[in-house]
């Protein structure tokens, strides 16, 4: 247990960070992300299949888009700043709120662009910045042997905050049922 506290302490923040967007990734995703209808799909044979295949779509594609960027040099951000946009991604969670509960002004939360673009931009940010977390975390440290324990803890990190995310998506089926367009249905 010292080691793993010695590893996310020594990466000022990073390990920490890593952690925190995979913990919102998945609170959002699928489950959260899916429950907010897009206006073309209402109504449509097989609305709520097509949903989801746009949705898992486009996160894949712009996942993989944000861990490509994350790897050219242009695209390097400081720490601080990843940190910082990292947990800016806070935000996007209140968007995805905000958009399932129909909170005014619709016309910028009602509109399946702003709903799409939210989406990409939550997509690539988990692929960008779970990628530079990952790079930079092992350069913070000074020694060799504390480069592989930071190494072997960014896997945990991940791991850490996919079930923290996982466990706190449960009771999110509860809010999601809540929302104007799930108590309709």
Known sequence: MSQCKDAFASTKG????????????FVVFPGLSTAVPLNFLVGKPGALAWLNLVI????????????????????????????????????????????????????LFG?????????????????YLSSLCSIKAPKVVKSGAERGNVGAF?????LLGIILGSMIAIPMKEVIKLAPVTAAA
């Open 14 to 25: 990073l390990l920490s960070a890593l952690c925190y967007i995979f913990l919102l990734t």
């Open 111 to 127: 509109t399946d662009a702003f709903k799409l673009a939210n989406f990409a931009l939550f997509a690539f940010a988990n692929g």
């Open 56 to 107: 898992l779509t486009a996160f894949n594609v712009m996942d993989t888009f944000g861990r490509y960027l994350a790897g050219t040099p242009c695209m390097n951000l400081s720490r601080k700043t990843t940190l910082v946009l990292s947990y800016l991604r806070t935000v996007q969670l209140v968007l995805f709120l905000l958009t399932l509960f129909e909170v005014g002004p619709v016309w």
């Open 154 to 158: 960014i896997g945990v990190a991940k």
